[in-house]
Nanobody, 116 residues
């Protein structure tokens, strides 16, 4: 059973920073993609950033230049460094893992609130 445990959410003033972490435990064979999505109230879950097994990154246009996704493969952990936060970044943030076996897993979600 694969589990993803997130940490690092919270409340911050606009312009501030937060760092989210996601740790994967359990048995899985190979990583295809690690990522972060967010879901604001009344909206669909949207991609924020992904990083592939080879290290290629992809970002939503709304966070380019402000957010950075990184990983520590040895610990099966990945991070989302969020700088210059804006009120519109307020959402529940979910980490995501897709394995080479094409199985997908989600974290439980962590709230990020940015006050204006």
């Amino acid at each position: 059973q694969v589990q993803l445990v997130e940490s690092g959410g919270g409340s911050v003033q606009a312009g501030g920073s937060l760092r989210l972490s996601c740790a994967a435990s359990g048995t899985f064979f190979g990583i295809n993609t690690m990522g972060w999505y967010h879901q604001a109230p009344g909206k669909q879950r949207e991609l924020v950033a992904t990083i592939s097994g080879s290290g290629s990154t992809n970002y939503a246009d709304s966070v380019k230049g402000r957010f950075t996704i990184s990983r520590d493969n040895g610990k099966n952990t990945w991070y989302l460094q969020m700088n210059s936060l804006k009120p519109e970044d307020t959402a529940v943030y979910y980490c995501y893992l897709r394995t080479l076996g094409r199985n997908s897993y989600w974290g439980q979600g962590t709230q990020v609130t940015v006050a204006s």
